[in-house]
């Protein structure tokens, strides 16, 4: 099984960016999809991002597409999330999980990390 730990979350500005990382141990990590996901306060979980095992494909929510961009770097065993132009509704706890089409494969989640966007 595939643990993941989540950072580079923060506090910024309306229209600044951050740039977020998934370190993932056990071998198997470039044998999944992966996916970005976050939670508003007082909303459910949704999906914002995938991209496939070798990297060559990426899917986007449509509330993300042309401002996030997702990466992957399978010899670190990482994913990373950029977040350009952020809005105040981009506020939320962002987590990575590995994804079969735009649902987490995994029930455990990691801590996430913590993304605030002031107006």
């Known amino acids: 099984q595939v643990q993941l730990v989540e950072s580079g979350g923060g506090l910024v500005q309306a229209g600044g960016s951050l740039r977020l990382s998934c370190a993932a141990s056990g071998r198997t990590f470039s044998s999944y999809s992966m996916g970005w996901f976050r939670q508003a306060p007082g909303k459910e979980r949704e999906f914002v991002a995938r991209?496939?095992?070798?990297?060559?494909?990426?899917y986007y929510a449509d509330s993300v597409k042309g401002r996030f961009t997702i990466s992957r770097d399978n010899a670190k065993n990482t994913m990373y999330l950029q977040l350009n132009s952020l809005k105040p509704e981009d506020t939320a706890v962002y987590y990575c999980?590995?994804?079969?089409?735009?649902?987490?494969?995994?029930?455990?989640w990691g801590q996430g990390t913590q993304v605030t966007v002031s107006s």
């Open positions: 999980n590995a994804v079969t089409g735009v649902q987490a494969m995994f029930d455990h």
């Open positions: 991209i496939s095992w070798t990297g060559s494909s990426t």
